[in-house]
């Protein structure tokens, strides 16, 4: 009964202070640590390259808004040899432009390439993004 009296009188004794975690119980928690951080970081990226497709779009309608006032200056559509660049700096040729229309920045996709503009008729164009992998005629292709 002594013994016991003892016991709960100093519940952490000589004995149990000496007690720890084992390697491999710490090779366990970092194993653990580690899983979790890789998951959390998959996720992250996986949002932010999503966000990036986001952004690409955004900036395509915006440029399509600057391309219609464009049109409505100049009473016509950049050629496709001018260019988006007809948006920053006046074409030759180029009646009424009251430009700029947008910034050089906004020429560039979130990849940092240039975004690809062609005049497919005297109504319309197409605007595009080559998207994450920088590589135009596939899927991951970003187009308006």
Avoid at 5 to 27: H, K, N, V, Y
Avoid at 69 to 87: I, M, N, V
């Amino acid at each position: 009964m002594g013994k016991i009296l003892r016991r709960l009188s100093r519940p952490f004794s000589s004995d149990a202070a000496q007690e720890g975690m084992t390697i491999i119980e710490i090779l366990i928690v970092i194993a653990l640590m580690s899983t979790i951080m890789a998951i959390l970081v998959n996720t992250i990226l996986e949002k932010y390259e999503r966000a990036k497709i986001d952004l690409t779009s955004v900036k395509l309608s915006r440029l399509s808004e600057s391309l219609v006032q464009y049109k409505l200056d100049s009473s016509r559509f950049p050629t496709t040899d001018e260019g988006l660049k007809a948006l920053i700096e006046a074409p030759a040729g180029a009646r009424n432009w009251r430009g700029p229309y947008t910034q050089s920045d906004k020429l560039l996709d979130p990849w940092d390439r240039p975004i690809h503009y062609e005049l497919i008729t005297v109504k319309a164009y197409k605007i595009a993004s080559a998207g994450p992998d920088g590589e135009f005629g596939n899927e991951d292709d970003i187009t308006l």
